[in-house]
């Protein structure tokens, strides 16, 4: 726990967004997490209720996501369901090209620390979990696993958000 605590401390001091990186452990919602309604570049989280659309995307040991490219609705609000069907913890981050290189370099430096944001969903072996989005913003955004070595082999994907 001490260790922990001081992972954290340097993360911290190392600036706001260090305190993004995670451990293997999933990912819970803690009032430190990102508020439900705080608008990103790539959207808002959304309530399961309004999601209309469920898109599963499948990740594995290969690297990949299947489909490595999805396309939605400016305003829709769409439920993706991510499937672990590899051997390995696998993740799905959204985010734009700069935040998602910013989030890998910190996971290559505190990989053991965790963390709690609703554009991320962290899978087990054999399980699936769910991301609820809104795509209030219109452009090209990006999706991809950080666990260290998994973006650098190249575990990403994109969303076209079309009006």
């Not at 040991?61 to 609000?77: C, K, N, Q, W, Y």
């Not at 963390?115 to 989005?133: K, T």
């Not at 082999?153 to 079309?162: D, F, H, P, S």
Request: hydrophobic share 45%; proline share 7%; net charge neutral.
């Amino acid at each position: 726990m001490k260790t922990l605590h001081l992972v954290c401390a340097a993360a911290l001091l190392a600036g706001p967004a260090a305190a993004l990186a995670h451990g293997s452990l999933p990912h819970e919602r803690t009032a430190a997490a990102t508020p439900l309604g705080e608008q990103k570049p790539w959207g808002i989280a959304g309530e399961a209720e309004p999601a209309l659309r469920t898109v599963t995307l499948d990740m594995g040991d290969d690297m990949r996501f299947t489909p490595a490219h999805i396309s939605v609705r400016l305003g829709e609000t769409v439920r993706l369901r991510v499937a672990n069907k590899g051997q390995a913890m696998h993740e799905i981050v959204l985010g734009t090209p700069a935040s998602l290189d910013a989030h890998a370099r910190l996971m290559q430096r505190f990989p053991a620390m965790e963390h709690a944001e609703p554009h991320m969903a962290h899978v087990a072996p054999g399980h699936a979990g769910d991301l609820v989005w809104t795509f209030n913003r219109a452009g090209r955004f990006d999706f991809a696993c950080l666990i260290p070595g998994h973006y650098q082999a190249g575990m990403r994907g994109t969303i076209t958000v079309t009006p």
